[in-house]
Structure formats: C-alpha cells, structure tokens
Nanobody, 121 residues
C-alpha cells in the first residue's frame, strides 16, 4: 500500500521561505517520478513541479520557476520542495504525487493528503 505524507507547511510572510517534505512508503522513490501540486481556495489543483525517477528530468510551472526547487533523496524515499520568495498567490494546500511520467503535464498515480501553505502580505 502506497502512502505519501507531506510536512513543512505553515504561515510565512511574503518574501519568506518554506521547505516541504513528502515521505513515500510502499514504493521506492528511486523507481518513480515524484512531484508537487497545489490547490488554492476556490481553484482547481495545479501542477507545481516534478522530478523523474533518476532526477535527470525536472519540470516547473511558469509561476514558480526560479523561486521553487524540487529535489529527491532516494535513500530516504523523500521528495522536497524548497520555496523561496514566496508570494500571497502561492497560498494553498500543497500535495505530493508519486508515479506517472515526469513531464510538464504530470499526472501521478498516488497522492498525499496535503499540507497547508499560507503566505501573508
């Protein structure tokens, strides 16, 4: 059974930073792409970033490119999202995904429960 557990969300002022973590169990992250999505209140879930199983392919949404960095520690079965220069529009629930093909139109096979990120102005 696959389980993804996110952590690291919280309240931060605009311009600040947060690092999200997502630990996978039931699947070895070294064999799967892992990525992040977010959902703002009243909006659809949107793609943020994805990293291929090998780590050689990385894709970001245009809205976070240059500010967010995705990384993966396969020894820990963990994917991270370092978020810098945060803006109020980055506010939302951030979800981790595992599986699927890493691309700009990433669709994971498994989802975490999400962690709330709130950026105050």
């Amino acid at each position: 059974q696959v389980q993804l557990v996110e952590s690291g969300g919280g309240l931060v002022q605009a311009g600040g930073s947060l690092r999200l973590s997502c630990v996978a169990s039931g699947r070895a992250s070294s064999y799967y792409a892992m990525g992040w999505f977010r959902q703002a209140p009243g909006k659809e879930r949107e793609f943020v970033a994805v990293m291929s199983s090998s780590g050689t392919r990385i894709y970001y949404s245009d809205s976070v490119k240059g500010r967010f960095t995705i990384s993966k520690d396969n020894a820990k079965n963990t994917v991270y999202l370092q978020m810098n220069s945060l803006k109020p529009e980055d506010t939302g629930v951030y979800y981790c995904g595992l599986g699927g093909s890493s691309s700009a139109s990433y669709h994971p096979n498994y989802w975490g429960q999400g962690t709330q990120v709130t950026v105050s102005s």
